[in-house]
């Protein structure tokens, strides 16, 4: 085994039996490079990466080629989400040299760390019109044996180009922050490249990014453009009733291959997982339809039951591949029968044959395979690996009338034949080899899901997304998750002494410094909970987060944070992420948490930071805020007028849940909602809220105040006149 058998990556861990002389990143290695006057090869890529895996596979559990990297390079591995830090800035280098970037990433450093080639998946020899891994290899060598002054000259032009990438654009920040007219434009953005046909943007492949629909949505609430609410409607109804949501186990796999959400990539990713709840939970109450919320309800219950530790903390993700379950090799492939049964393959976990489904269905399998698209075939399109060939990918192919219509059966029979077919199949899937779980507990995702559990505690309280009072109470079991996940955090993540957060945990091991994007999105999954169970411990955590989050990554000349504290020196450019990918930036986040605390303290130095970052990336929010979906939501909501809805009463009383969840039921995203228990808690909540120091019952009953800008309304005790 070498070097990376003693770390805590799961990543890393993979390739602990590779031949390759692996070093982590570190000083160790990069003193190696320079005393042996070696050139880097830095492989970057994580746990749950398809193409990481056949790299390894194809490459560096390659006897001959890891000779070729032991004899000339000093060999790096990085988890890309361990150390976004060292992954961005090599990122953003392949990206401005080949135009396109992704995983695995394989960069060539000098000992001094600069990079001066790079791409991302090679195959082991020439194909596909790449080159191959081995002739690059080949080549580099010679390079660095017969040009090394160029490829140092070249090293520095590019590290001193990226530098002022990071930097951005060398004129001042605009005085004010962009007015609605960004806000409309970046509407239309989204309206030009809208898939009306089949929903979501543009063509295949179709990643969900939930912060653009979220976007979208508050826009709907600010001006009242119902094709806004309806571009997001029509999205979150094809991903859900599509290939990419799985419908058996509950959750989302990463994206959509085709164009049609029929073809999923199968990872399953923990901030995937978060922001679609919140996306789902915002239609709900925007659309009035409980359909989203059960898509959520679906989605949460796959995180607690498979993504959850014990502690309480939220695991990573699940790989796409797996390896086949014996029973499903064809006669066909006897003569790779070994092979098969032990070489992992994308989405084996969750594809069937028709007699798979037939034999373990019974009499509900012709309802299921009407509603699931099933064909004696395989509905999975020819891929090139034929890893589907044969086989059945799920989407909801039909309506559960239409399947009552032709098998002759009430709708009520269809929908029962479905929920027992849903249970069979997952207690048969159970039972198939499992993908890898990637186990570790990052803090800035599981800040994300900690806010998806404790928003959805407060819409689906005491019922569904529509206020309606159910037989069974979901809301307490998601305010639990958040809380225990919170707890578990701030037990072992948070240094008190040190005011500092640790971004990664597994196995008992807490360790590397955060970085802001886990501040901000921690801070946002608080205040989330905060707003779902009143705590004050939450709101002095909150505050506490962002005053460190200041200290450490605030542009004190631009505005905005840093990615990076700029301690570290292997770290060559300290970047500001301007862009919200598939995670949001973490001045996308941090500048609606900052307006939350506004709302919540009545303190503007909160508001006046925000309108500082809006007027650093005033230019992009103006013609580019499609880039930043995340801040132009909180562009939107400091264009509104904000409200705080508070709710005085005895927790879990008839009362004050009736109340509770009428303030809840409506889609009001501009609000901040508090839950106030009278008494002790209530005055030491108020020393961080004076505002609501006299907010009291009235008559014994529970009470709810609507306020704007911090001026109260009359209060109510009333249920519909809370909702009038």
Request: glycine share 8%; aromatic share 10%; net charge negative.
């Amino acid at each position: 085994m070498n070097r990376l058998a003693r770390e805590q990556s799961p990543y890393l861990l993979q390739h602990a039996n590779n031949p390759v002389d692996w070093y982590p990143w570190g000083d160790e290695a990069f003193a190696r490079a320079r005393r042996g006057d070696k050139p880097i090869f830095l492989s970057i890529g994580y746990s749950t990466c398809h193409w990481c895996h056949v790299m390894e596979h194809e490459s560096f559990e390659s006897k001959e080629i890891a000779g070729l990297l032991n004899q000339d390079f000093v060999s790096i591995k990085v988890d890309r989400e361990e150390r976004p830090d060292v992954d961005r800035v090599y990122m953003a280098f392949v990206q401005a040299t080949t135009g396109s970037g992704g995983w695995p990433m394989s960069v060539w450093l000098t000992p001094e760390l600069q990079p001066f080639y790079g791409g991302t998946y090679y195959p082991p020899s020439s194909q596909w019109g790449r080159p191959g891994f081995a002739e690059v290899l080949t080549e580099i060598t010679r390079a660095w044996r017969e040009e090394r002054t160029q490829i140092l000259a070249s090293a520095l032009q590019i590290v001193e180009r990226l530098a002022e990438i990071s930097r951005g654009d060398a004129s001042p920040p605009a005085v004010s922050m962009p007015g609605p007219d960004a806000l409309a434009a970046t509407v239309q953005q989204f309206k030009g490249s809208f898939d009306r046909r089949r929903g979501g943007f543009g063509d295949a492949p179709k990643f969900p990014r939930p912060s653009e629909l979220l976007f979208l949505l508050r826009e709907h609430a600010r001006t009242g453009d119902r094709e806004s609410r309806d571009i997001v409607v029509t999205t979150l109804r094809a991903m859900a009733l599509g290939g990419m949501r799985d419908h058996i186990g509950g959750g989302f796999h990463r994206y959509s291959v085709d164009g049609n959400w029929r073809v999923p990539h199968f990872e399953k990713m923990l901030y995937d997982q978060a922001q679609l709840v919140l996306a789902y939970l915002e239609a709900a109450q925007a659309a009035a339809d409980p359909f989203f919320a059960q898509v959520a309800e679906d989605t949460l219950q796959y995180v607690r039951r498979d993504l959850t530790d014990a502690e309480g903390g939220f695991y990573s993700a699940e790989d796409a591949d797996s390896v086949p379950p014996n029973h499903a090799i064809q006669a066909g492939q006897v003569g790779q029968a070994g092979l098969a049964s032990t070489r992992k393959t994308e989405g084996a976990f969750y594809i069937w044959t028709l007699d798979e489904i037939r034999g373990l269905l019974g009499d509900d399998s012709r309802a299921f395979e009407l509603r699931y698209g099933i064909l004696p075939g395989g509905n999975a399109p020819a891929d090139p690996h034929g890893e589907f060939t044969g086989r059945n990918l799920l989407y909801a192919a039909r309506g559960i009338a239409d399947i009552a219509t032709e098998i002759g059966r009430a709708p009520e029979d269809v929908a029962q034949s479905l929920a027992r077919a849903r249970v069979t199949l997952y207690q048969a899937r159970v039972a198939r080899p499992h993908p890898h779980l990637d186990d570790k507990v990052l803090t800035g995702w599981n800040g994300l899901m900690i806010g998806a559990f404790a928003r959805a505690a407060r819409v689906l309280s005491g019922g569904n997304a529509l206020g309606q009072a159910t037989m069974e109470d979901p809301g307490q079991r998601h305010l639990e998750s958040a809380q225990r996940a919170a707890q578990f955090l701030k037990r072992t993540m948070w240094h008190t002494d040190r005011a500092v957060l640790l971004r990664r945990y597994r196995n008992g091991d807490a360790a590397i410094d955060a970085y802001a994007e886990d501040y901000a999105c921690l801070i946002f999954g608080v205040l989330e909970l905060f707003q779902a169970d009143g705590d004050p411990e939450w709101l002095h955590w909150a505050l506490a987060l962002q005053r460190t989050q200041d200290r450490l990554f605030w542009d004190e000349q631009a505005g905005g944070w840093f990615s990076t504290t700029g301690h570290d020196p292997s770290v060559l450019v300290r970047m500001k992420e301007e862009y919200d990918g598939a995670e949001p930036s973490a001045s996308g986040v941090g500048v609606f948490n900052l307006l939350t605390l506004a709302h919540v303290t009545g303190d503007s130095a909160h508001e006046e930071r925000a309108r500082q970052v809006f007027a650093a990336f005033a230019q992009r929010l103006t013609s580019l805020g499609r880039t930043l979906p995340f801040m132009a939501s909180a562009l939107s909501a400091a264009h509104s007028a904000p409200e705080q809805i508070v709710v005085v009463g005895e927790p879990g009383q008839s009362d004050t849940m009736a109340l509770w969840r009428a303030a809840q039921a409506p889609y009001r995203p501009f609000a901040i909602t508090v839950p106030v228990t009278p008494g002790p808690a209530q005055q030491a909540l108020a020393g961080l809220m004076p505002w609501v120091r006299d907010m009291t019952p009235r008559q014994g009953a529970a009470t709810a105040y609507v306020c704007r800008n911090f001026a109260c309304e009359a209060p109510t005790t009333e249920p519909a006149t809370l909702r009038t």
